[in-house]
């Protein structure tokens, strides 16, 4: 089936730094998606892109769209000790067949004061 | 507005026992997931409702695991016999239509662990 990476796998940074990470695939997607999760909780809806190329921000944070289909990076802009928790960017594809939602394995991100 | 409730928040069985979780989404929605969340893994879809129908179910283990939503609302997954590998938290998550699946919200997860 469809399998998504994410990179990096962990990042510790120091509080007020940029952070980036990407998220790719070998099959094409719809929309992308990018959930936090925090220790006990389920994930969050941060950012959804629904068109190739597309740029969207909420707040410090910034995802596009790949133009490919393929990928998909976030941003996230001077990094403060909340943002602690795991990214995950989440593929959904709908076609004649069916649909199909996948989730990346998690980018762990660590802020040190 | 009300969130994704789930229960319980944790459960510790023996393997070959039995499990049942409980979930009620977002009133309103007649989309809901039910999602396996392995240790220092993403979530893994296993089963998919709309209204009180089967939408996807093509990753759910159909010989211990099943899942109904009888009244198109609340939804039980129940694990029967549990194995080591079943540990995990299982996630419920709901949208509004099947056409917003991709604007899902999650509930907190069960936790379970098989011992």
């Known amino acids: 089936g469809q399998q998504l990476n994410q990179s990096p796998q962990s990042m510790f940074i120091q509080e007020g730094e940029d952070v980036s990470m990407n998220c790719t695939s070998s099959s094409i997607f719809n929309t992308w998606l990018w959930y936090k999760q925090d220790p006990g909780e389920g994930p969050v809806l941060l950012i959804a892109l629904y068109k190739a190329g597309e740029l969207t921000s909420n707040g410090r944070l910034t995802a596009q769209f790949g133009i490919t289909r393929k990928d998909s990076f976030l941003n996230i802009s001077a990094s403060i000790p909340s943002d602690v928790g795991i990214y995950f960017c989440a593929g959904h594809h709908r076609d004649n067949y069916g649909q199909n939602f996948v989730f990346g394995p998690g980018t762990r991100l660590s802020v040190l004061p | 507005e009300a969130g994704v409730a789930q229960s319980p928040r944790y459960k510790i069985i023996e393997k070959r026992q039995s499990v049942a979780f409980w979930c009620n989404p977002i009133?309103?929605?007649?989309?809901l997931y039910w999602y396996q969340q392995i240790l220092g893994q993403g979530p893994k879809l296993l089963i998919q409702f709309q209204n009180n129908g089967v939408v996807d179910d093509s990753q759910l283990p159909k010989d211990r695991f099943s899942a109904e939503r009888l009244k198109g609302v609340d939804s039980t997954l129940k694990i029967q016999p549990a194995k080591l590998e079943d540990s995990a938290v299982y996630l419920c998550?709901?949208?509004?239509?099947?056409?917003?699946?991709?604007?899902?919200?999650f509930g907190p997860g069960t936790r379970l662990t098989v011992t």
């Open positions: 009133s309103g929605h007649a989309t």
């Open positions: 998550a709901s949208s509004l239509h099947q056409g917003t699946a991709y604007e899902q919200y």
